[in-house]
């Protein structure tokens, strides 16, 4: 057994406790981890006795933390940018890549579903972090090369394959659950995935798909999940047209010759973004409508807990 921070990697087949909640698959540096999660008094005592150790049986009072009366904080390094800095160059090191840029979503979407998976996936399984990824965070070409790497290695060749042509999976309940992580749909989107059908998603990771206009859409029936295999292409007509209509969207698999109905509970603004290619098209669209009236004001948006 050991207790392990953000950077120890746990013995293989061992135990380790952690504090923070990483322990999905292989999370931790090591893939036949056994990682439980624990309070950080729980922690300390097993540390210091060498066995998982409640803290209450160590003989001694619970410590107690105080909040001090006034916070310091030392503004002295901080120094405003200017009012305008249209004339400041941005210098950027090799691995700093502009975003990409997304397309609006197209009237029809026909691809293939190159994964199908199960319940619970996490986002760490979709887009993993580590001392391996996490420096191409802001080189999205890069970082999507590790896309459900964890699930299967060679996903990230199949979807360049299918890039352009756009692509999808399928998942049981839960999909997203996890790390908050935006590149978890930044980067699938990068490799040409367009829609997600799931029988249920993560609160936070269903709206950053919707972010990227990744589509999230539900089984009518989920019985008919088992009905789709990887490799089947599926397609999706008219669906521009059909989200906003809030009904039923119809799903045909062409590979065999079945079709499902499928839902998506996306709010006005939800649907908006999704067919404008992404958030930030959106709002670089209210950027330019601004200006072109006069002002460089963003166009209001209700607020993400309400939509």
């Known amino acids: 057994m050991g207790v392990s921070g953000m950077g120890q990697a746990p013995a293989t087949d061992k135990i380790s406790l952690r504090t923070v909640p990483r322990n999905f698959p292989g999370r931790s540096g090591t893939k036949e981890d056994q990682v439980y999660l624990c ?5 300390t005592a097993s540390a210091l006795t060498g066995v998982i150790t ?6 001694m009072a619970y410590p107690c933390f105080a909040e ?5 904080i030392n503004a002295d390094m901080l120094v405003p940018p200017p009012q305008d800095g249209e004339a400041i160059d941005l210098i950027k090191g090799p691995n700093i890549q502009p975003l990409p840029e997304f397309d609006p979503l197209p009237n ?4 293939r579903v190159l994964l199908k998976m199960g319940d619970d996936v996490s986002t760490d399984e979709i887009l993993p972090a580590g001392a391996e990824v996490l420096p191409f965070r802001s080189n999205i070409p890069e970082i999507a090369k590790f896309t459900f790497g964890v699930v299967d290695a060679h996903y990230y060749r199949r ?3 299918h890039k352009e042509q756009g692509s999808l999976v399928v998942a049981g ?3 997203g659950q996890g790390s908050s992580r935006e590149h978890a749909a930044l980067a699938p989107r990068y490799l040409g995935l367009r829609a997600v059908i799931a029988k249920s998603f993560a609160r936070i990771h269903r709206q950053n798909l919707i972010n990227y206009a990744i589509l999230p859409l539900t089984f009518a029936d989920p019985d008919d999940y088992d ?10 007509p008219d ?3 059909a989200i906003q209509e809030y009904g039923p969207i119809e799903v045909r698999n062409e590979t065999k010759s079945k079709r499902y109905q499928l839902e998506h509970a996306l709010s006005e603004r939800a649907i908006q973004i999704i067919l404008g290619g992404s958030l930030i098209n959106v709002l670089k669209r209210s950027v330019r409508e601004g200006q072109a009236n006069g002002s460089a004001r963003f166009r209001s948006f209700p607020c993400l807990a309400c939509s």
Do not use: C, H, W
């Not at 309070?39 to 922690?43: R, V």
């Not at 409640?54 to 003989?59: A, I, K, N, S, Y």
């Not at 009905?227 to 089947?232: E, K, L, M, P």
């Open 54 to 59: 409640d803290p209450r049986t160590l003989g």
């Open 239 to 241: 669906v521009r047209e």
């Open 68 to 72: 001090p009366e006034q916070i310091r």
């Open 39 to 43: 309070s950080p008094e729980t922690a």
């Open 173 to 175: 309940r839960n999909y």
């Open 159 to 161: 979807a360049m394959k």
């Open 227 to 236: 009905t789709i295999d990887q490799g089947d292409v599926l397609l999706l």
């Open 108 to 111: 029809s979407l026909r691809g």
